[in-house]
């Protein structure tokens, strides 16, 4: 009969704190891959079933948090990071934060792990728990700060998610995560206005989905477009539906709104920012939408 054993001689043990969806998840990567893991929950019941699968639960964060130089931070917000390590020694420690928050933050709190005698790494995870431990799914983890930690400990971080180092900015991973899903719900805007709009016709939401993904799929081409502009600095390389024409154009999404009963507010927003473009300079009307980038950045 073939040894099934999973080998944890080898592998890199380490601390988690955090059982939430996020990180049960984790740790149940964490587990499969062999790696010895201790946890840690303010709510102590959310470990049993990590225990009965060779997990060591510790009473406290504290008791966690020595029992390994690896420590994974899961938890709510940044306030709950402050929170579980106060006060804690965190003296050889390699911390990797794995909390959603903004680049500020993540500085802020390089900066505090530093000062307390700690490497740093930030992460930013892309993927929903389901998707966690499964390669085929296609999760990822940003990460930024200490390339020291990041290249020691870059196997035991890619078992539960393949891992994406994007600098020494210990901020670069939130931001990139936030850039990322703000485009994302740009896009679900988009589609809740699509739908919103056949809502009270004789078009099911179905016969309209799989006309709307392949859609979408196409227009993605213009993010490359979009960079390539912004990084020539010529808003018009490339150009197939100019400013002017799109401008010109918008009455109508208005108007089709109106007419189905439907707010505009989710499209509103990005027709005036096109409009004020064009007002700047009639010159900009044969410009791609990039220019609304600049409006932005104010």
């Given amino acids: 009969m073939a040894d099934t054993t999973v080998d944890t001689v080898s592998k890199t043990p380490l601390t988690l704190l955090g059982l939430g969806a ?25 470990a049993e079933p990590l225990a009965a699968r060779g997990a060591t639960v510790a009473a406290t964060a504290a008791e966690a948090v020595a029992a390994n130089r690896l420590v994974v931070v899961c938890l709510l917000d940044d306030a709950s990071v402050d929170e579980a390590l106060d006060g804690l020694d965190l003296t050889g420690k390699d911390v990797v934060n794995l909390v ?49 930690l990041f290249e020691e400990h870059r196997a035991t971080l890619a078992a539960p998610a393949d891992t994406r180092y994007v600098g020494t900015d210990a901020g670069f991973a939130a931001l990139y995560d936030v850039a990322l899903l703000s485009a994302m719900y740009g896009m679900f805007a988009g589609v809740a206005h699509a739908y919103a709009l056949i809502r009270d016709e004789s078009v099911a939401p179905g016969e309209l989905a799989p006309l709307l993904a392949p859609w979408l799929t196409a227009m993605t081409g213009s993010v490359a477009a979009t960079a390539a502009q912004l990084e020539a600095g010529d808003y018009t390389l490339g150009v197939v539906s100019n400013l002017a024409m799109q401008v010109a154009g918008t009455p109508t999404f208005l108007r089709t709104a109106e007419e189905q009963g439907v707010s505009p507010e989710l499209l509103t927003p990005y027709f005036d920012l096109m409009k004020r473009r064009l007002a700047a300079d009639p010159r900009n009307g044969a410009e791609d939408l990039t220019g609304v980038v600049d409006l932005l950045r104010g």
Avoid: K
């Fill in 22 to 46: 996020m990180g049960a998840a984790l740790a149940g990567a964490w587990l499969a891959a062999g790696h010895p893991l201790t946890v840690w929950n303010r709510t102590a019941a959310r």
């Fill in 100 to 148: 959603t928050g903004t680049p500020g933050q993540a500085r802020a709190r390089a900066t505090w792990a530093t000062a307390r005698g700690a490497r740093y790494l930030d992460g930013g995870i892309m993927a929903v728990p389901p998707m966690i431990g499964v390669p085929a799914a296609g999760p990822y983890v940003f990460y930024s700060g200490s390339p020291e």
